[in-house]
């Protein structure tokens, strides 16, 4: 099966030879790709809704693999038991939510890799993740269709002492020397930018607001000018 940009990032995390859980699974294309591919013996495919899991199902009998992809039908983490999986992927959902999911079966989520892509709200997420101890081993920016998305891996673990605009940018894209990550990078510069003019613009001044966004783009500024130069 042929995967995405953006589903391909995350199958590079899994960890190979051992299960693996796909969380809103959708149409299965994931658990499919991963059991095809020889990079995961088994794969459960969750979903909260029944419908995408008669989708899913359809799709897995099509590539003859209903015997190792398991299909359940539950909220979150709530259709795993503990052991059952060594990585677990949460896709495609704001960050608020997949902290949730995470908060709410703790005793699985610790024990595994959780390969994350929120669509909004990774500073949320990040902060939730070390603030619960949780490491972040691993971030990568992936584009697909002209937009660019986040990649979070995090596994338990102690983190070092992350600052707000580490934990709002992300500690290990602030170290990558990608163009991919520059190009997100200045789209965040471009976004506070414009947060920051509406904040002085504005009738009341909220001036800690208007000093925590000058301090985040003082540190993109020194990030971005300290970028090697691509030879052509």
């Known amino acids: 099966m042929e995967l995405t940009e953006r589903l391909k990032a995350l199958a590079k995390h899994v960890i190979t030879g051992e299960p693996a859980a796909d969380i809103g699974t959708d149409h299965a294309k994931l ?34 693999l209903l015997g190792k992809i398991e299909l359940r039908l539950g909220d979150g ?3 795993l038991k ?3 999986v060594k990585s677990v992927v949460i896709a495609g959902m704001g960050g608020n939510t997949i902290a949730r999911i995470i908060e709410g079966r703790p005793e699985i989520a610790r024990e595994v890799r959780l390969i994350l892509q929120p669509m909004a ?45 580490e934990i709002g940018l992300g500690p290990v894209l602030l170290k990558s020397r990608d163009e991919l990550t520059k190009k997100y990078l200045a789209g965040q510069k ?21 000093k925590e966004i000058s301090e985040i783009l003082n540190y993109l500024e020194e990030v971005l000018k300290s970028w090697p130069i691509r030879r052509k």
């Open 77 to 79: 983490l709530s259709p």
């Open 121 to 165: 709200d990774s500073y949320a997420l990040r902060l939730k993740l070390v603030s619960r101890g949780y490491r972040i081993i691993a971030e990568e920016i992936v584009e697909e269709k002209s937009r660019l998305y986040e990649v979070v891996v995090a596994e338990a673990g102690q983190m070092e002492d992350l600052n707000n605009v």
């Open 82 to 84: 503990p052991g059952e």
């Open 190 to 210: 471009e976004k506070y930018r414009k947060i920051l003019i509406n904040l002085q613009k504005a009738q009341v001044k909220d001036l800690e607001k208007a």
């Open 31 to 64: 658990p499919i790709y991963l059991v095809s591919m020889n990079i995961c013996p088994k794969v459960i495919a969750t979903d909260l809704n029944e419908m995408p899991l008669n989708h899913a199902q359809s799709e897995i009998r099509k590539y003859g």
